[in-house]
């Protein structure tokens, strides 16, 4: 029983995001998803105590997908600048493909018309980046001259203020494009021979995967209070 009701938490779940990212928080409703979902209100309330508390676990659980990809894109027996970049091919794909991402992501910048406390999003990631940066400057591979604090912090500014634009153009159609660009333009920038460039985006980009060994990743499941 303990399982099945789990598994229709997380199916109500992946529906609410959907829902939540082509509609928007306001113009969605309980009714609306227990449609998509084929279940009844009540169904929902006995996991959810409202949408506020919904779309709380929604935003939850987009961050929850992040500490294991982390872990998978960036092995430290791997290039730590090669890691940086491979992480965030894969990052860009979960915003692009994944729809409890891409509800999340909406449901944050939502956040003002949610009655719930939210976590704060950008902080980890910028300690992600600074740790493989630091990590660089250990192996070598960056340049003398980069700040690994400072670096992190544009980096990341620069790689969340692509998805918006990216988003606004194209709906993330064209993200991996725009992030190659991007990386073009930092990697002669940050690593200690810019020669490198090509060789070490080619392959973050190719080893760059949602999965492991060909099956899905399962979701990690957020409970709503």
């Known amino acids: 029983m303990q399982a099945r009701a789990g598994t229709t938490r997380q199916s109500l779940l992946e ?20 449609n998509a979902s084929g279940l009844t209100s009540g169904a929902i309330y006995f996991h ?16 929850a997908t992040w500490p294991e990809l982390i872990e998978r894109q960036s092995p430290a027996d791997a290039p730590a600048l090669e890691g940086l970049v491979r992480l965030s091919f894969a990052v ?5 493909d994944d729809p409890v991402v891409r509800g999340g992501a909406r449901l944050w910048g939502e956040r003002y018309a949610i009655d719930a406390i939210l ?8 300690a992600t980046a600074r ?6 400057r250990e192996k ?3 340049a003398k001259r980069v700040d690994p604090a400072a670096a992190a912090r544009s980096i990341i500014h620069a790689f969340f203020g692509m998805h918006t634009v990216s988003d606004a153009l194209s709906g993330r159609a064209d993200i991996e494009d725009d992030l190659t660009d991007l990386w073009h333009l930092l ?17 973050a980009a190719a080893g760059a995967t949602g999965d492991i060994d060909g099956e899905a990743v399962p979701r990690v499941r957020v409970d709503a209070e």
């Open 15 to 34: 529906t609410a995001a959907r829902l939540f990212h082509e509609r928007g928080f306001a113009g969605t409703s309980i009714s609306d998803i227990g």
């Open 48 to 63: 959810f105590s409202n949408k506020d508390a919904l779309a709380r676990a929604v935003v939850e659980a987009h961050f």
């Open 92 to 96: 860009a794909r979960a915003y692009r």
């Open 119 to 126: 976590p704060t999003p950008f902080v980890g990631w910028i």
């Open 131 to 136: 740790a493989l940066l630091d990590r660089a």
């Open 140 to 142: 070598g591979e960056l």
């Open 187 to 203: 990697l002669p920038a940050l690593l200690a021979d810019p020669e490198l460039t090509e060789d070490t985006l080619a392959r």
